[in-house]
């Protein structure tokens, strides 16, 4: 770089010619001395006596235009490198911690939107396979498992309360709207069970096999009643705080033969609460609480030996 007739030549150029050389050229030696960043610091007056050269100036506006690419480069490369460090720690999570699966899809929700503001209604691939992640794990969660041979049929109750399955296994089975099996499969078919329905009002079933037959089938069997029994005494008092034999045979009838872990556990809540209000025994309420939680780790939002004191100390109220 030189000083020419009034102004600054790169290296290869002719004074003959006047012209600056690449721009490249110029701004990498503008920029390794300072010269660049001097020259925009200088007062208007000297800063125009020394650009004199057309070219010069129209370097400098393509070093503007340039550091301005660079940066918009740079920012949305930190933003995607971001987004992938935050999809990498929501996998991880899934794999290793399925209990905050609900947390890591509200953390994957949110990588999409900051995607989408970061590269204008664009969501990075990295963002979108974590949230494929969570929707399956999410999804999972109603995954109904039972039975032993491919599913061939399922249809929904009229009022949506049941699914019945017909299976490869050759039996036909029943489930609760949130994926629990009620009562044990049916059996009959000696060959695979192709088609099922319920009847209009939602009380019989019929089922076609393989075996060449259909069959009828009754919806609610004893297990059936027995399940709808106990849900309907679920919270009642002569069945959370049970008196009499009778009652006490009943409530572990529904324990061990009626009730799914996240019914159980609902009961195992109700249970503790009625200790402690009634009974004032917090240390039996929270033996309850823990033992609902053990079942179902959403049983309860508070800490066991918070709520029983709690509770506890409303049935001393006057």
Same mark, same amino acid.
């Given at each position: ?21 690449p ?8 920029? %390794? ?5 001097? =020259?925009?610091? $200088? *007062? ?6 020394? #650009?004199?050269?057309? /070219?010069?100036?129209t ?27 935050? %999809? ?5 999570? =899934?794999?290793? $911690? *399925? ?6 899809? #509200?953390?994957?929700m /949110? ?38 041979g ?43 069970v192709?088609?099922?329905?319920f ?51 009943a ?56 709520l ?11």
């Amino acid at each position: 770089m030189a000083w020419g007739g009034g102004g600054f030549l790169a290296s290869g150029a002719s004074e003959a010619t006047g012209r600056i050389g690449p721009a490249v050229t110029v701004m990498g030696w503008a920029m %390794s001395t300072g010269v660049l960043a001097e =020259l925009r610091e $200088l *007062p208007v007056a000297v800063h125009n006596d020394v #650009l004199l050269y057309t /070219d010069l100036c129209t370097f400098f506006t393509h070093s503007d235009e340039q550091d301005q690419a660079q940066r918009l480069f740079l920012g949305r490369a930190l933003a995607d490198a971001q987004i992938q460090n935050r %999809s990498r720690k929501i996998r991880d999570k =899934l794999i290793n $911690l *399925p209990q905050y699966t609900v947390e890591a899809t #509200l953390e994957a929700m /949110d990588t999409v939107g900051d995607s989408l503001a970061a590269f204008k209604d664009e969501v990075k691939h990295s963002a979108q396979y974590a949230l494929n992640q969570t929707w399956h794990k999410i999804c999972e969660r109603l995954k109904l498992e039972g039975h032993r041979g491919s599913v061939r049929s399922v249809a929904f109750s009229p009022q949506g309360d049941r699914i019945v399955s017909g299976s490869a296994d050759n039996t036909l089975r029943l489930w609760d709207r949130e994926g629990n099996p009620i009562g044990q499969p049916l059996e009959g078919h000696r060959d695979s069970v192709w088609s099922v329905a319920f009847s209009p009002q939602g009380d019989r079933i019929v089922s076609g096999s393989s075996d060449n037959t259909l069959r009828l089938w009754d919806r609610i069997r004893w297990q059936d009643w027995l399940h709808d029994c106990c849900n309907q005494l679920l919270h009642h008092s002569d069945l959370v705080r049970p008196k009499t034999d009778a009652a006490r045979g009943a409530c572990q009838v529904c324990m061990d033969q009626a009730w799914t872990r996240r019914e159980r556990a609902e009961f195992l809540v109700a249970q503790g609460k009625a200790l402690a209000y009634y009974e004032q025994d917090a240390d039996g309420a929270v033996a309850k609480f823990d033992e609902a939680l053990s079942l179902d780790g959403t049983a309860l939002e508070v800490e066991p030996r918070e709520l029983a004191e709690q509770i506890k100390g409303w049935g001393t109220s006057p």
